[in-house]
T-cell receptor, first 108, second 116 residues
Framework: AQRVTQPEKLLSVFKGAPVELKCNYS??????LFWYVQYSRQRLQLLLR??SRESIKGFTADLNKGETSFHLKKPFAQEEDSAMYYC??????????FGAGTRLTVKP | GAGVSQSPRYKVAKRGQDVALRCDPI?????LFWYQQALGQGPEFLTY????????KSGLPSDRFFAERPEGSVSTLKIQRTQQEDSAVYLC??????????????FGPGTRLTVT
């Protein structure tokens, strides 16, 4: 079965602390993974994709095929990082599977 | 230019009514996607168009759901005989080229449908 699991619905950290949002996937093919973010009162938007190996707003995510994970990390969280984060998997059937999302709150 | 727009932003329908939700993608974007997002859940894929061709409709939950994009631009998602379980936010996204994963998807603000 093709599935994306985000085990934490809510995550709260203090400003300046490291943050890791977990994402695990189940997929038999070669995965293509993304992180999307939705800030308050804004649209869902792409944060980063594994194929680009980029760092956006200080966030990085490494695809670990052995652990079937694509965790999102940032060494020093900022208050403006507070948002809803979704991990997503593109499948060969040409659909996109989203996780249920993690609400990150960064406290001052 | 303008991003993806959707109308109406909010829709309240009585159970059994038909509804039509509109999506205006970014001009020139070839691919268009519809998602359903229930409360507290992530978006769930419904269907995908490349220009006017509906290449994947595997996510449509029942034959009450129908989507079209007749001229390869604006798309309409129609739900017939709405049921309470249809209550959700319906998201539209477009991308410049390619399949679902090849290029960034740009999302609209969504239409919140409430079926009473």
């Amino acid at each position: 079965a093709q599935r994306v699991t985000q085990p934490e619905k809510l995550l709260s950290v203090f400003k300046g602390a490291p943050v890791e949002l977990k994402c695990n996937y189940s997929y038999s093919g070669s995965p293509e993974l993304f992180w999307y973010v939705q800030y308050s009162r804004q649209r869902l938007q792409l944060l980063l994709r594994h194929i680009s190996r980029e760092s956006i707003k200080g966030f990085t995510a490494d695809l670990n095929k052995g652990e079937t994970s694509f965790h999102l990390k940032k060494p020093f969280a900022q208050e403006e990082d507070s948002a809803m984060y979704y991990c997503a998997l593109h499948t060969n059937n040409n659909d996109m599977r989203f996780g249920a999302g993690t609400r990150l709150t960064v406290k001052p | 230019g303008a991003g993806v727009s959707q109308s109406p932003r909010y829709k309240v329908a009585k159970r059994g009514q038909d509804v039509a939700l509109r999506c205006d993608p970014i001009s020139g974007h070839v691919s268009l996607f519809w998602y359903q997002q229930a409360l507290g859940q992530g978006p769930e894929f419904l269907t995908y168009f490349q220009n006017e061709a509906q290449l994947d409709k595997s996510g449509l939950p029942s034959d009450r759901f129908f989507a079209e994009r007749p001229e390869g631009s604006v798309s309409t998602l129609k739900i017939q005989r709405t049921q309470q379980e249809d209550s959700a936010v319906y998201l539209c996204a477009s991308s410049f080229l390619g399949g679902v994963g090849s290029y960034e998807q740009y999302f609209g603000p969504g239409t919140r449908l409430t079926v009473t």
